[in-house]
């Protein structure tokens, strides 16, 4: 979930499957990265943070950082949640109406980040605001996000991957939440996030009555 998951080296909620070597050797690398970016730009601000003082505080080259990062950007807004999401999606019941689908995994997951990475959740929300090109970054990796959790719920219901009407659907609840966090942002992260996408969510059901 691009678009809505801090700088963090706490596991994504769910049970994960057990990684190799390899795989955990790389997480591990991500991580350092992120956590040093994290630190960085909270000490200096993120325009003073440059890759070559990551890549330094990380213990990598610059080209480690952007093999794992291909832009400045993406260390800020990059995640393993995305797995994640499609894999609780398919979990759902089957009959399982999919806007209630999307409702059980959104907030439950933007709970449990607010539950163990609140203050980088809330670092990550005020660089969407204040940097144009993180909040550029962020709507391009939505689209990605809408993809994938497209992709699952169509399995899920048994149509075609690129169904039309699960595209909007998903492109739908996303733009929700993307315009409820952009609103968090703006208004100093006040108020109950997980509570607001709800309401949002309510709307969209609701035929957004106005």
Same mark, same amino acid.
């Given at each position: 979930?691009?678009?809505?998951?801090?700088?963090?080296?706490?596991?994504?909620?769910?049970?994960?499957?057990?990684?190799?070597?390899?795989?955990?050797?790389?997480?591990?690398?991500?991580?350092?990265?992120?956590?040093?970016?994290?630190?960085?730009?909270?000490?200096?601000?993120?325009?003073?943070?440059?890759?070559?003082?990551?890549?330094?505080?990380?213990?990598?080259?610059?080209?480690?950082?952007?093999?794992?990062?291909?832009?400045?950007?993406?260390?800020?807004?990059?995640?393993?949640?995305?797995?994640?999401?499609?894999?609780?999606?398919?979990?759902?019941?089957?009959?399982?109406?999919?806007?209630?689908?999307?409702?059980?995994?959104?907030?439950?997951?933007?709970?449990?980040?607010?539950?163990?990475?609140?203050?980088?959740?809330?670092?990550?929300?005020?660089?969407?605001?204040?940097?144009?090109?993180?909040?550029?970054?962020?709507?391009?990796?939505?689209?990605?996000?809408?993809?994938?959790?497209?992709?699952? *719920?169509?399995?899920?219901? #048994? %149509? $075609?991957? @690129? +169904? =039309?009407?699960?595209?909007? !659907?998903?492109?739908?609840?996303?733009?929700?939440?993307?315009?409820?966090?952009?609103?968090?942002?703006?208004?100093?992260?006040?108020?109950? *996030?997980?509570?607001?996408? #709800? %309401? $949002?969510? @309510? +709307? =969209?059901?609701?035929?957004? !009555?106005?």
């Amino acid at each position: 979930m691009a678009a809505t998951s801090p700088i963090s080296s706490a596991s994504a909620p769910g049970t994960p499957p057990r990684l190799g070597l390899r795989e955990r050797k790389k997480l591990r690398t991500r991580i350092a990265i992120r956590q040093a970016a994290c630190r960085l730009i909270a000490e200096q601000g993120y325009e003073a943070t440059t890759v070559e003082q990551i890549a330094e505080a990380a213990e990598v080259s610059p080209s480690t950082v952007f093999r794992y990062f291909p832009a400045k950007e993406d260390i800020v807004l990059a995640d393993e949640y995305g797995p994640v999401l499609e894999a609780a999606l398919l979990r759902r019941p089957a009959g399982e109406p999919p806007l209630e689908s999307l409702r059980h995994v959104l907030t439950e997951t933007f709970a449990a980040v607010l539950a163990t990475d609140e203050e980088e959740l809330r670092q990550r929300a005020r660089l969407i605001v204040e940097v144009p090109a993180v909040r550029a970054r962020m709507t391009e990796s939505m689209s990605d996000t809408a993809g994938t959790l497209a992709a699952a *719920l169509a399995s899920r219901a #048994g %149509r $075609a991957p @690129d +169904d =039309l009407t699960v595209r909007v !659907s998903v492109a739908a609840v996303l733009g929700a939440l993307r315009e409820v966090t952009l609103y968090w942002c703006e208004h100093d992260r006040e108020g109950d *996030l997980v509570a607001m996408i #709800g %309401r $949002a969510l @309510d +709307d =969209l059901e609701n035929g957004l !009555s106005l």
